[in-house]
């Protein structure tokens, strides 16, 4: 998956996630969602889609389980008064949205 897909992706993730804050009745949330607008980039960042070992460990299926428990910590510390782990779960949602994305190619992720 190209820039273009993964900004669409990221999107529709945003979209899903702002929905679910409106539900919560914490849309003022939105405020601390701005990383996720840069680390859907990462993964790609760092492993160049160019290079022969694109998709190598930021490409993983560990990793993705890794960031949705980055996401469930980030969010319960958070909510317990932390509110700067707002901007860390916001971040982990833009990366989980990049992988998401690239697993739905043919390629998909590694283990
Ligand atoms: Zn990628």
Do not use: C
């Not at 914490?26 to 990383?35: A, E, F, N, T």
């Not at 160019?50 to 949705?68: A, G, T």
């Not at 958070?78 to 860390?88: F, K």
């Amino acid at each position: 998956m190209h820039g273009k897909g993964h900004y669409l992706w990221l999107l529709i993730f945003a979209g899903f996630t702002y929905a679910v804050l409106f539900k919560l009745g914490k849309l003022d949330l939105i405020i601390y969602s701005w990383p996720m607008y840069f680390t859907y980039q990462i993964p790609d960042l760092i492993e160049r889609p160019f290079f022969p070992q694109h998709r190598s460990i930021l490409h993983s299926k560990r990793i993705l389980r890794l960031m949705f428990l980055l996401a469930v910590i980030s969010w319960i510390l958070a909510s317990e008064g932390q509110t700067n782990y707002y901007l860390a779960f916001f971040g982990t949602i833009g990366y989980i949205s990049h992988l998401i994305g690239d697993s739905m190619t043919p390629q998909g992720l590694r283990r």
